[in-house]
């Protein structure tokens, strides 16, 4: 059991030391915006954008929730991409591309990072299967045995005993 906790350890370790970004700017991306038609652009669809983005200041928030300059900044470079006429799928992909695969709150599953979508339900099924067999165990368990059948000479000499006892 431990060999396979100690590999998958390993694996999710690499996998974290590869995924972490190289610097975090130190101002917003540049983004030349692609020309072409002005695009009415709902603020739905940035947010929605915007969510699936990971701030570089405040790496544990999404673009939308974030409250730093730069995501600011990020969400109007999603809202002129998308008023140039990108699809969300492309805004992403330029973020993907300016900072890697670690920009995004949800990694792609696909390749190594499968693990990081697999693991978990893994676990939580070995688990189960583990409490499974533990519970059957218990239940199969044979009865305490019963009494020992006392002989007849020692029920005798426990009465004798009792006997002299309460004299």
């Not at 701030?55 to 300059?69: H, I």
């Not at 676990?123 to 519970?135: D, K």
């Amino acid at each position: 059991m431990r060999p396979i906790a100690l590999a998958v350890a390993a694996a999710l370790a690499m996998s974290l030391i590869a995924s972490q970004p190289v610097a975090a700017p130190s101002s917003a991306p540049s983004a030349p915006v692609p020309a072409g038609p002005k695009v009415p652009v709902s603020e739905e669809t940035v947010h929605d954008v915007a969510a699936q983005l990971r701030c570089v200041v405040c790496q544990s928030l999404s673009v939308a929730d974030s409250p730093s300059e730069i995501a600011h900044e990020m969400k109007g470079i999603i809202r002129k991409r998308l008023a140039a006429g990108e699809t969300p799928e492309q805004v992403r992909a330029y973020f993907v591309e300016k900072y890697g695969t670690w920009i995004l709150l949800a990694p792609p599953r696909q390749g190594f990072n499968l693990l990081v979508w697999v693991v978990p339900f893994a676990g939580i099924g070995l688990g189960l299967v583990l409490i499974f067999v533990v519970l059957r165990r218990w239940s199969r368990r044979p009865a305490a045995a019963a009494a020992p059948a006392v002989d007849p000479a020692m029920r005798a000499r426990i009465r004798r005993e009792m006997a002299e006892s309460e004299r």
